[in-house]
């Protein structure tokens, strides 16, 4: 059963990612490191013991379409509403509405546990603090008064609209449409699929926001719209109404994340209501609902992050545990009776070990992106600088920890062995679960274009310039410390560094040079190759720090281990930048 690693991610916020020196600098409000402390405590605990025993529930059982209704797996309604009541859902949001107001940091933290739990359970706050941003930063002083309180709370859960059958990534050519109304409301119409807890009986309304063209909109993204279209409609009271023209169709049958129900949504074919059509309301100007949704999707973005760390804990605290409980063989030096137990074995260990540095490297990549989105929200010159910080780290921590929480829950598998591909062991459940997090919310191919073509040329290259400069600040900690442990450690971080500068040159050349194409061939790799070198240099970070809880040789042993594994691809992955576009042209034959 998973257990919370609570320690390990209150050291991570404090002494790699930032939150321990924005504290004492008194950058986060009144926050203390007792608040922060003793709020990870209880969202472990919750995770730990409420969220984690209901997983395997919602995996066998999943969400299911009856009557027109989906109801949750058993436990789910309870368990969600016990939610509530802990005041979960507002950790960041507005005080105005109910919310704490607490750093972006705390609440990626508490979502990873969450995760980790269960990640089908905690997709439902995760939209619904994604449309809570959304609202309270674009909505009318109207939306906000009528829906903000009760999503906060979490009473009202909130889900993203974008997708339809023929528009996927390229939302341009969706075809769900709007009408105006003399009152000032609007009528959608339309399909939507793939919308996590689209419909459920968890919580009492459901909030959508849908993107949707208006009849005189100009074409492909400059004319889509953002509508805030409740399940029910609310009366001036705040009291629940009529229901609203829109279901849910069917629901998805999913590889993993069971217990969300993903719904195809129908909205306007007249199921309810006096008249044809699902009453929504502008949020933002109209043709500019894509800047307005997009609040939303790099919320969820750094989210999914989160979603890959989380079942990269949970993947290696299991098969931690079933390697040190297995006997199989006599591993090289067992001196013990009998078979030794696997952990014993040397590429048992190995697989481990790589588990482990991939888990906390993305751990703190995440981590360091919250906190540039929070240090974003301070006044003056500084804002810039870390708006730019996140925006470069966001598409890194999306991409590298959903893809390592795929390849950390298969090497689980396959520390298993045969148990591993056997669903009564609960390994294969996270490999299933991880896998959509590459995918949604912008798929991972997505992110590196994103990363290359719009990241790299901020302020002029010079962002990036200066946050390379910050790791090789961190390399040259690592060898003036002189700890033995260390031993090469700061010779590879120096290597995998150059070959992070090299790389980064190139690209940022081939854009200047006009050849987007030669760029966007190395555009994936160079993402892994951006996240291996920050997994090396934030272990060495953490490995550097003094937190007296006694792990500090543990921890240079494992950056070590990093530098010497991990850190030997990136190489490779610079000559995959460099090298690739040509070799992926010529074969280009082969698809024809």
């Avoid at 993903?262 to 009453?279: L, N, P, Q, S, W």
Wanted: glycine share 12%.
């Amino acid at each position: 059963m998973y257990k919370a690693p609570v320690e390990e991610i209150a050291f991570t916020l404090k002494h790699v990612a930032g939150m321990g020196e924005a504290i004492s600098q008194g950058l986060l409000a009144d926050l203390s490191e007792d608040l922060v402390d003793a709020v990870l405590s209880e969202a472990g605990r919750f995770a730990t013991e409420e969220v984690a025993p209901l997983a395997d529930i919602g995996d066998r059982q999943g969400a299911r379409l009856e009557g027109g209704e989906v109801r949750l797996p058993d436990g789910w309604r309870d368990l969600y509403r016990n939610w509530i009541a802990g005041g979960w859902n507002g950790l960041t949001a507005p005080e105005a509405f109910g919310g704490q107001a607490l750093p972006h940091m705390l609440n990626v933290a508490a979502l990873e546990m969450w995760n980790s739990g269960s990640m089908a359970f905690a997709l439902a706050p995760t939209l619904t603090m994604g449309a809570i941003e959304a609202v309270s930063t674009h909505g009318s002083a109207a939306l906000k008064e009528k829906y903000l309180e009760k999503m906060v709370s979490g009473e009202w859960t909130g889900t993203m609209n974008l997708t339809e059958p023929h528009a996927g990534s390229d939302l341009g050519v969706l075809k769900a449409r709007a009408e105006r109304r003399a009152d000032g409301s609007y009528r959608i119409f339309g399909q939507k699929i793939f919308i996590t807890w689209g419909e459920h009986d968890a919580a009492d309304n459901i909030i959508h926001l849908v993107l949707a063209r208006l009849p005189d909109a100009p074409a492909g993204t400059r004319g889509i719209s953002l509508f805030l279209v409740p399940k029910f409609l609310v009366n001036d009271d705040g009291s629940l109404g009529a229901r609203n023209d829109l279901f849910c169709h069917s629901l998805e049958h999913k590889l993993g994340i069971h217990g969300s129900p993903t719904c195809t949504m129908i909205y306007g074919d007249g199921r309810f209501g006096d008249e044809k059509g699902a009453v929504g309301w502008l949020v933002g100007e109209e043709n500019k609902g894509l800047a307005c949704m997009f609040t939303m999707m790099n919320n969820a973005r750094l989210a999914v992050g989160m979603q890959g760390v989380a079942i990269a804990e949970a993947a290696t605290q299991k098969a931690v545990a079933y390697a040190k409980e297995r006997t199989q063989g006599r591993a090289p030096g067992w001196s013990g009776p009998g078979m030794s137990p696997i952990v014993e074995h040397p590429d048992v260990a190995r697989m481990l070990l790589t588990m482990k540095a991939l888990t906390q490297g993305a751990r703190a990549i995440s981590y360091a992106c919250a906190h540039a989105i929070d240090m974003s929200h301070r006044a003056g010159d500084v804002s810039r600088h870390w708006q730019e910080r996140a925006a470069l780290l966001t598409p890194i921590a999306k991409s590298f920890s959903t893809d390592a929480g795929v390849d950390v829950a298969s090497l689980g598998i396959q520390v298993h062995g045969g148990m591993g591909f056997i669903e009564e062991t609960g390994a294969a459940r996270y490999l299933r679960d991880a896998r959509i997090a590459p995918i949604y919310e912008g798929t991972n191919g997505i992110q590196a274009i994103d990363l290359v073509t719009r990241k790299l040329p901020l302020s002029a290259g010079e962002q990036v310039k200066g946050f390379i400069a910050d790791l090789k600040e961190i390399a040259e900690n690592v060898r003036r410390s002189n700890l033995d442990g260390f031993g090469e450690t700061s010779v590879r971080l120096d290597a995998a560094i150059s070959d992070l500068e090299a790389a980064t040159d190139w690209l940022t050349k081939m854009l200047g040079d006009g050849k987007a194409a030669e760029a966007l061939s190395g555009a994936t790799p160079y993402q892994r190759l951006f996240g291996l070198v920050l997994t090396g240099c934030y272990l060495a970070k953490g490995a550097l720090a003094e937190s007296g809880d006694g792990r500090g040789e543990g921890r240079v042993a494992l950056c070590r281990f990093a530098a010497e594994n991990l850190l030997a691809e990136t190489a490779a992955l610079r000559d995959r930048v460099v090298n690739g576009a040509a070799s992926l042209a010529a074969a280009r034959i082969l698809l024809a």
